[in-house]
């Protein structure tokens, strides 16, 4: 189907131009224009003022972009004042304010082109000011961002330089201190080894003790809930009881006892233990001899440990060594009296160590 096209007269599908079709008529031309060599600018300017606002050509609609607001025009977000301010708004309005003085009273005859040069420099000398200023204000602006990057970089170059210094000091005194602790090692990991052989026995017997008193536990706890106390308990009971008898006996639960791996508990001991893995319980009175046994054989050796970690420790101080890689403490907390025990408000069944001898809190 043919399509309208107003650019020319009217014709009937078959190519027929009615008579009456008009003639499309010929937008009129400004006289100016007709009467007067204008530059080209100048008629860009009345081209501009008599195209209609509300139709305008293509291209001529869209937000500004990048470049148009490099060229003066306002971008995209600005306030109304903001745009009033920009370059090419202050040209404009500097050319209105010339032609609107330029249209008053004058005392000898102006002609169009004489009010549209005063326009066009007024203009011309509005949108270079506005220019001007807003070139000034940009480089202030890059001013301002280029001192305070600046100043940031000055600031992070004086915390490298202030970090790098802190590592060269570390690293100084890393190796000084290796240097020392190569000196030391030897002192140190002699004091170390002789300690450690004088602590085997004493450190084998606390463990003993600890299985002793774990497997009293166990009893109350079987007594709480209304039943009796199992075999696994009172073997765990006698192995601890032979380690603080002997600390080189080396049972474990799945043997039986014998001289060669009870080492120098008695044979009545040995006994007990194997009718126990029989499966024969003991009687309450023997568990509670066993518990206050180990408890008064154990103190030895408490003794024993505490004599040894203050002689090595003041043997590590004299020969301005570390006693921390020379002892290995594993004794509960020493207390000097019963009344400073109770005000350390330590668990109930805690031990503790009072007057070198060991005591359970209750």
Do not use: C, H, W
């Amino acid at each position: 189907m043919p399509q309208a096209n107003i650019t020319r007269q009217y014709q009937t599908p078959q190519g027929i131009v009615p008579p009456m079709a008009l003639p499309r008529p010929t937008p009129p031309q400004s006289p100016i224009l007709a009467n007067q060599q204008l530059s080209p600018l100048m008629q860009q300017v009345l081209r501009n003022a008599q195209a209609s606002r509300m139709t305008p050509r293509a291209g001529q609609v869209g937000l500004p972009t990048t470049a148009t607001a490099a060229a003066g025009q306002p971008a995209a977000g600005m306030t109304f004042g903001q745009k009033l301010m920009q370059p090419r708004a202050q040209g404009m309005l500097g050319a209105a304010a010339a032609g609107f003085e330029a249209s008053g009273y004058q005392d000898r005859p102006v002609s169009l082109g004489q009010v549209l040069g005063r326009m066009g420099t007024a203009g011309m000398k509005a949108f270079t000011a506005a220019k001007d200023k807003a070139d000034k204000a940009a480089i202030d602006a890059a001013a301002r961002k280029a001192a305070a990057e600046k100043a940031a970089f000055a600031r992070r170059l004086a915390i490298a330089q202030y970090e790098q210094k802190d590592r060269e000091i570390d690293a100084t005194s890393s190796k000084t201190q290796r240097a020392i602790t190569k000196e030391q090692f030897d002192m140190e990991d002699k004091l170390f080894n002789k300690y450690e052989m004088l602590s085997a026995e004493p450190r084998e017997a606390f463990f003993g003790y600890e299985k002793v008193r774990n497997a009293a536990e166990s009893y109350k706890a079987a007594e709480a809930r209304g039943e009796k106390p199992s075999g696994a308990s009172d073997i765990a009971l006698l192995i601890g009881f032979m380690k603080t008898l002997d600390p080189g006996s080396v049972v474990r639960e799945t043997e039986y006892a014998t001289a060669k791996n009870a080492g120098g508990v008695s044979e009545t001991i040995r006994n007990l233990y194997n009718n126990v893995k029989d499966g024969v319980l003991l009687t309450p009175k023997l568990r509670e001899d066993f518990i206050k046994a180990a408890t008064s054989q154990v103190d030895s050796y408490v003794k024993r440990q505490i004599s040894l970690d203050k002689k090595y420790t003041r043997r590590a101080k004299d020969y301005n060594l570390n006693p921390e890689r020379v002892i290995t403490p594993y004794l509960p907390t020493i207390f000097s009296s019963v009344d400073d025990a109770e005000k350390a408000n330590l668990p109930v069944g805690s031990m503790v160590i009072v007057n070198n001898r060991l005591a359970v809190i209750e």
